[in-house]
């Protein structure tokens, strides 16, 4: 064993590491991350699944990052380039009708079901922008730990100074429709707006992302709008492709991290925080390695790391607990396809590069779908009618596959994180690859004999390889107790932790999932405010 000493350790070598790690460095601090995989990003990440063919692992698309993180990193700088797709998103019906999104398409698109949700859609989308706005407005600052301020719930939430200044200036309406956001079902705040279920799926989807929910679940109009706030080249809520994938976003910030000094060790797993009283002191490797640091941050879901690597005995009860039963989980099954060749859709036939296979490709057709898919995972472990998002980014990005030939990255839910039966997902990961695989194939007849290798992460597999703790992949739920100044808990909210000197700078912190950098920077914030 040897003993070693930094200013300031990192455990988790994922993008919001990297963006934290930068800051600190970039402010004149020695840094060190310990990175447990041989390559950093975390779960955006971009790896050969089958010879010749790359793709994004596990995170798939751009929005959510954020323009100050990007260019405080100079991301665009060390290689970093976005594009836009040229439809948002494709949703074939099995009636044989469709609704192709995008930039001056989508009102048309919405009318082919409804010409009284057409009518409706531009003051749709005026509100939801209006409460995106507001979100945007937060997603750097870091919430209140105003313990008084919060009793009551949204009520008392709504009079904290720097959300009800903003918030009164949109008008009794926009309040309502705030809480509206907060609180209600997507199902039930949808219906409001619209009367067509497909148009309802349409926007109804983002609220079941990477939530194990039904969008009947109160609390999943939030989830909607987390995906509402992003950007893709200035252009407001749009979605793009990382030309190299997902790991050319953590690519350029490792390099921007190396650039600003910061030290990256890599297969140098930690095995535990060591704590001196109720002081971080530094952290036990894998390799037997102590190393010692006046600050220590952490990049892990808040359930991984006060389960496994903060010793117990040195937790106070209640946060203990809390954390014990911190809600994670988001019914994902996710798996990358190499393809001979693309889809062709029995709704818009034709294997030529069109608007639609740049798209999001969604299969689920209506909210009583999304809703079955989530009650029969539920009981039976996986959705029989699964919901699928296929996007092809090689459509968009010729360097992930050879010529001629396409890579897919599917998004799969709706299954358990943890099988009701007890089974281990182990054993049933290739019957359900193959049901994702029909459920496109009943669409585009012929993707089932396009596919030359596939790799299928179920659950389990997310979590033992990215450490997404019940495969879900915002670190912890997006539901109204686990945000904003309650999120990982009330009062610790700031990023800091009742451990003198740990602290969290991962998806489990403000402003919760998605690849954004905006935890990561507001930690750095904070922990540069307690070095003074």
């Known amino acids: 064993m040897s003993n070693d000493s930094t200013e300031i350790i990192i455990i988790g070598g994922g993008h919001n590491g990297l963006v934290c790690a930068f800051y600190l460095a970039r402010a004149g601090h020695k840094v060190r991350i310990f990175e447990r995989r041989a390559l950093v990003g975390g779960a955006a990440v971009t790896e050969e699944f089958h010879p010749g063919f790359r793709n994004s692992v596990a995170s798939y698309t751009v929005s959510l990052l954020n323009p100050r993180v990007i260019a405080d990193m100079a991301l665009k700088d060390h290689g970093l380039r976005v594009v836009e797709r040229r439809a948002s998103n494709f949703f074939p019906h099995p009636d044989g009708r469709y609704l192709l999104t995008g930039e001056g398409r989508t009102k048309g698109e919405i009318a082919k079901f409804s010409t009284h949700d057409a009518q409706r859609y531009d003051a749709y989308s005026n509100e939801i922008e209006m409460i995106a706005n507001i979100l945007r407005g937060l997603v750097l600052e870091t919430p209140p730990n105003r313990v008084d301020s919060l009793i009551g719930g949204i009520p008392k939430l709504l009079k904290l100074g720097n959300i009800s200044n903003r918030i009164r200036k949109l008008g009794r309406d926009g309040e309502l429709a705030f809480i509206k956001l907060f609180t209600q079902s997507a199902a039930h705040y949808l219906e409001q707006w619209f009367e067509s279920d497909a148009v309802r799926a349409l926007f109804g989807f983002d609220a079941v992302v990477g939530t194990f929910a039904s969008p009947m679940t109160p609390g999943t109009a939030y989830v909607l709008l987390h995906h509402c706030f992003g950007e893709v080249n200035g252009k407001k809520g749009a979605w793009g492709h990382a030309i190299g994938g997902m790991g050319a976003i953590t690519e350029a910030m490792h390099k921007a991290c190396v650039k600003a000094g910061v030290t990256i060790e890599t297969q140098a797993p930690v095995k535990k925080l060591l704590v001196d009283g109720t002081n971080a002191v530094g952290v036990e490797l894998e390799d037997g390695r102590e190393v010692f640091a006046s600050k220590i941050i952490s990049n892990l879901n808040p359930k991984l790391l006060f389960g496994k690597f903060v010793p117990k005995e040195t937790q106070p009860e209640a946060f203990r607990n809390h954390m014990a039963h911190w809600s994670c989980g988001s019914g994902t099954f996710r798996m990358n396809v190499a393809l001979s060749r693309l889809p062709s859709f029995l709704t818009l036939p034709g294997r030529a590069i069109a608007d639609h296979h740049t798209a999001g490709i969604v299969i689920a057709p209506t909210l009583t779908y999304m809703d079955?898919?989530?009650?029969?995972?539920?009981?039976?472990?996986?959705?029989?009618?699964?919901?699928?998002?296929?996007?092809?980014?090689?459509?968009?990005?010729?360097?992930?596959?050879?010529?001629?030939?396409?890579?897919?990255?599917?998004?799969?839910?709706?299954v358990a994180p943890e099988l009701p039966d007890g089974s281990s997902w182990d054993a049933h990961r290739d019957l359900v690859a193959d049901l994702m695989i029909d459920t496109v194939d009943a669409y585009a007849p012929g993707f089932r004999s396009s596919v030359i290798a596939r790799q299928a992460l179920t659950p389990l597999d997310l979590e033992r390889t990215f450490g997404l703790v019940g495969g879900d992949i915002f670190h912890g739920a997006l539901s109204l107790d686990q945000l904003y100044s309650l999120r990982p808990m009330l009062g610790f909210a700031d990023y800091r932790t009742p451990i003198t000197g740990l602290y969290q700078c991962g998806s489990g912190t403000h402003p919760g999932g998605g690849v954004t950098g905006a935890p990561g920077c507001n930690a750095a914030h904070e922990i540069l405010k307690d070095i003074g």
């Open 372 to 414: 079955r898919a989530f009650i029969d995972a539920k009981q039976q472990g996986w959705s029989r009618k699964p919901i699928v998002e296929m996007l092809i980014p090689s459509t968009l990005d010729d360097s992930l596959a050879p010529r001629g030939s396409h890579v897919a990255s599917l998004f799969c839910q709706h």
